[in-house]
């Protein structure tokens, strides 16, 4: 059985665990949240769909498994020099070295506008403390 099968099988294993062992879908979540008289969140949302959310990506994994032959390719890769690229020389260092550097100018002037709006407000919500904990 190749790596690629045993990566899915494991998730499968996690995601059946989550199915089997997982909080029921019918009572927790937005059912708690509603039964509290507040409004539900993100939270309370996954802990409702989340259910249906692993129901769905184990079958898809079973899928996975199963055409794995058709996807996961040759086990041995064909030695092909004349198609591989070789390592950059020369002029090519020096283009790459002239784009980074041609970025890097362009990128400069801006370098203390890094705050905008959006930005600011994630800043503000996550990290400065605009968020709490449920009591």
Do not use: C
């Amino acid at each position: 059985m190749g790596r690629a099968r045993l990566v899915l099988l494991g998730l499968l294993g996690a995601l059946v665990a989550l199915l089997v062992v997982g909080e029921n879908p019918w009572t927790a979540g937005v059912a708690q949240a509603l039964e509290r008289g507040s409004s539900p969140k993100s939270v309370d949302f996954w802990a409702s769909h989340g259910f249906a959310f692993a129901a769905v990506d184990a079958a898809l994994l079973v899928l996975l498994i199963a055409l794995a032959g058709r996807w996961v390719g040759p086990r041995r890769v064909p030695f092909v020099s004349r198609l591989a690229p070789g390592p950059l020389r020369g002029i090519g260092v020096l283009l790459v070295l002239g784009a980074m550097l041609v970025g890097g100018s362009l990128a400069a002037p801006r370098l203390s506008f890094s705050l905008w709006d959006d930005e600011i407000y994630n800043v503000y919500r996550s990290i400065h403390g605009g968020w709490g904990f449920d009591e």
